[in-house]
């Protein structure tokens, strides 16, 4: 009997089906286009009634995508877009964003409100016909664990953070950080305020601008063109003058969903604040060993990003550099000692023989946790100053005046322990005991 061939669109879908998930992932790395230099993602925030009447003709006038997160509670309020404007916006090809329900500080809410929050959004799009979001801002930049997961459970791909905690978040936002997907998580995907209050200046958005390189994304954050509060305000001329240059300059500009054509949004690192920490945290260099006397004692300089004190270190020492990789100090560990120390910290573990060569690191950590990625943002001034004057009642019962100054001086306190570098040539140092006869 005469073997009838398979029609080639079912051998192909039979070989689809038997791939294995290694495969599957291959395949779509494979899809995935290069990143260009100049690739801009616009975002706006909070669902101004201008997204639609001042900021969708530029931006279809250039051909550009954009995101807009919406705060579905906001809806058809004074200055706010409607549904159907919303709806308007989704038919346009533009991406619906989620910005919450009601833009409420996550952080100090249980995790079946984080979850409502979410959910009510989602509801809200569905009901009125919109197409179900896949992208995140975080109200007020303020992000956690418990967020993120939510947010994968409910079908989301990706979320937009902001400039915080790299940036402080005042009464200015700064050039913020570019995305780039090979560190950062894509549920903490940095941003930068360019325009408005929170920064003005034509340097900050060139510099944002300028980072748009060797596989590096752009991510621009606005609010209303105008805006209804005036300190996240942009112009109509200034916004007009912005898109015309990211025209001429041949950027790529599109919404933040999009990025999933260059970007796997299922990667990220194994521990997603890990890129966070490494960057602000604490670390030692200049390592010194002193071995003049009966003791080693080590001494090491703070290397950080940002005005912030170690708080405490831990001293390893290793007969061998293969030992001290694996983070482990066979012949000294000092613990965790909390202390700002970091000179003629002297030897305290077994006999040590002379001219015999020894390893060391040292691990950092400055004040207090991570849990302090709880940033401050101008907006909620009043709720960050009832929780000072509960911590510190008699130092923050001045004038509101003085909240700025106050505000950043906390801000710069609050950063993350330094999550532990493995041991390299470049952390570590070896020393050996002078023989004495």
């Known amino acids: 009997m005469k073997k009838t061939k398979l029609p080639l669109f079912l051998a192909f879908v039979i070989a689809h089906l038997q791939a294995s998930p290694a495969q599957a992932q291959e395949e779509k790395q494979k899809n995935l286009l290069p990143i260009p230099d100049k690739l801009v993602v616009l975002t706006f925030d909070d669902g101004n009634v201008s997204d639609l009447t001042t900021t969708a003709p530029i931006l279809k006038k250039h051909g550009f995508g954009a995101t807009f997160y919406i705060t579905s509670g906001w809806i058809g309020g004074a200055g706010r877009l409607t549904w159907e404007q919303v709806k308007e916006l989704d038919a346009q090809g533009f991406e619906i964003g989620s910005h919450s329900a009601s833009h409420p500080n996550m952080l100090h809410i249980s995790e079946e409100e984080v979850r409502e929050q979410i959910a009510s959004f989602d509801r809200a799009c569905e009901e009125h016909g919109i197409r179900k979001a896949t992208t995140f801002a975080y109200p007020g930049e303020h992000h956690d664990r418990r967020i993120v997961k939510a947010l994968a459970t409910a079908g989301y791909s990706a979320a937009r953070r902001g400039v915080t905690p790299e940036y402080p978040l005042f009464d200015r936002g700064g050039p913020g950080l570019a995305y780039n997907p090979r560190e950062e998580d894509p549920f903490l995907i940095p941003g930068a305020y360019v325009r408005g209050n929170l920064s003005p200046s034509d340097r900050e958005f060139n510099e944002a601008l300028g980072k748009a390189r060797d596989g590096s994304v752009c991510v621009l954050i606005y609010h209303g063109v105008p805006d209804v509060h005036p ?93 001290l990789a694996t983070d482990k100090g066979d012949l000294w560990d000092s613990g965790k000692v909390v202390s700002d120390k970091s000179a003629g910290i002297a030897y305290a573990g077994k006999p040590l023989a002379a001219g015999k060569k020894f390893y060391w690191k040292v691990r950092c950590w400055n004040n207090p946790d991570e849990a302090e990625i709880k940033r401050v943002s101008h907006w909620i001034a009043k709720e960050l100053l009832a929780e000072m004057r509960k911590t510190r009642a008699g130092a923050f019962s001045a004038s509101i005046r003085r909240y700025a100054s106050l505000c950043r001086a906390h801000t710069r306190r609050s950063q993350f322990s330094c999550r532990l570098a493995k041991a390299s040539r470049a952390c570590s140092e070896g020393f050996s005991m002078t023989p004495r006869w």
């Open 231 to 323: 300190h996240c305000s942009t112009s109509i001329e200034l916004f007009t003058k912005d898109m015309q240059y990211l025209k001429d300059e041949g950027c790529t500009v599109i919404a933040l969903r999009d990025l999933a054509k260059y970007v796997d949004f299922s990667k990220g690192p194994k521990d997603i604040y890990a890129p966070i920490v490494a960057r602000l945290g604490v670390t030692a260099s200049a390592l010194k060993c002193d071995t003049s006397g009966d003791k080693p004692r080590f001494s090491w300089k703070i290397k950080t990003t940002r005005p912030q004190t170690q708080s405490a270190y831990q001293i390893l020492v290793a007969s061998s550099e293969e030992i």
